[in-house]
Each structure stands twice: as C-alpha cells, then as structure tokens.
C-alpha cells in the first residue's frame, strides 16, 4: 500500500499550458518536499513545506501544504519543455528520519 | 543545495560477482544517509538508513547480508551488493542528510549484472 499517493500518474501536455499534480495521504507528515528527476539522475530538492497550509512559489511553480498537512500539490503556470521529468512528493513522519515518497507523476511537455 | 555525489556512476557486472558503491557528502557532514533502488519509470524505494558509526536499519524484504552497507565516517557511506544476480540490475540511488530533514541526492549508480 502505497502510503503517499500521487495524481496524475502520467501527464502530457503542450508548452504554455498549466497544471497541478496533487499528493495525497491519509497520514499527517511533519513536512513535506517536492523532487523533480530527470532519467538517469537522482532527485533534486525544489521545496520543503512545513506549515499547514502554507504556499510557497518558486517562479512558475506554486507549491501548496494541506491544513490538515496530510497532502499537497503542486501547480505549474505556462509549462515548458524544461519542466519534463518525474515530479516525487516525499513525506517526512515525526520520529523517523527516513522519507516516505509518493508514486511518482512523469509530466512531459510537447513543444 | 548540498551536493551529494556517488561513484561509479555504472557498473556492468558478472553474475556472482560483489560491487561496492559509495556515496559522499561533498560540503557538509551527513549523520544519516539512505539507499535507494529504482526501478524503470518508478518511484524510489528504500532499502536501508545508515547512521555513521552504527549498523543500518534495513527496510522490510531487504536482505542485509545481500545488501551490506557501511557508513564509516559523517562523508562516506557505502553500500555493497554481494553475489550479484540479474534481479539486482537497477539504479541505486543514496542520499545524505545533516541537521535539517531535507535530504539531498546522489547522481545515482546503474547497476548490471549479466
């Protein structure tokens, strides 16, 4: 059972359009990141949220904490082909340090 | 960000055979670091959490004997997959991380058994 459920799986879409990809859980988590990866490389950190409810953007990405900081999502305003990759939400569980990491949602975007 | 890099980036090996790969924190001292596999067009799975200085917590179904890590020092951590079968074939990713919870990835190892 995966703990951190992830929408979509797979996402294509044309440059300039928007989206969100959405983390769901029915687990509370401490905090929250988000990871882009591109084939053949490991993740790269984009955000750490911490607060329920809390909104953080970076650029074009506007990332979102539930309230109840048991999900997230993530919006991407005019997407470029740039933003292809595999998008990892990962939770963090107060007392564990280890992450627990969503499904995965592989976005591509079509020039 | 904190860099993290992981050596070798491949490796194409004998069935049977071992191969180690390591795992250092560049920039700062990493207390925990994780290993990872991934499989294609999937998600990460951890396979252990390693303290410096202290034997790894293994994540259920993983074989420890199989999977040996090390982590001697607060920037080396090093994970050796013994006996090496085709069903070990996958990417092996580590992760480091210090005081704060985020955690910071390697590059990545391409593991082949043939």
């Known amino acids: 059972t995966q703990l951190l459920e992830q929408s979509p799986q797979f996402l294509s879409i044309q440059e300039g359009e928007n989206l969100t990809v959405y983390c769901n859980s029915s687990?509370?988590?401490?905090?929250l990141q988000w990871y882009r990866q591109e084939p053949g490389e490991g993740p790269v950190l984009l955000v750490t949220?911490?607060?329920?409810?809390e909104v953080k953007k970076l650029k074009r990405l506007t990332f979102q904490f539930g309230d109840a900081r048991k999900d997230s999502s993530l919006h991407i305003t005019a997407a470029q082909t740039g933003d292809t990759g595999l998008y990892l939400c990962?939770?963090?569980?107060?007392?564990?340090?280890?992450?627990?990491f969503g499904s995965g949602t592989r976005l591509q975007v079509q020039p | 960000g904190a860099v993290v890099s992981q050596h070798p980036s491949r490796v194409i090996c004998k069935s049977g055979t071992s191969v180690k790969i390591e795992c250092r924190s560049l920039?700062?001292?990493?207390?925990?670091m994780f290993w990872y596999r991934q499989f294609p067009k999937k998600s990460l799975m951890l396979m252990a959490t390693?303290?410096?200085?202290?034997?790894?917590?293994?994540e259920q179904g993983v074989e420890k004997d199989k999977f040996l890590i090390n982590h001697a020092s607060l920037t080396l951590s090093t994970l050796t997959v013994t006996s090496a079968h085709p069903e070990d074939s996958s990417f092996y990713i580590c992760?480091?991380?210090?005081?704060?919870?985020?955690?910071?990835f390697g590059p990545g190892t391409r593991l082949t058994v043939t």
């Open positions: 992760s480091a991380t210090g005081t704060l919870t985020e955690q910071y």
């Open positions: 990962a939770g963090a569980v107060t007392g564990r340090r280890a992450l627990t």
């Open positions: 949220v911490v607060t329920g409810g």
């Open positions: 390693s303290n410096e200085g202290s034997k790894a917590t293994y």
């Open positions: 920039d700062f001292q990493a207390t925990t």
């Open positions: 687990s509370v988590f401490s905090s």
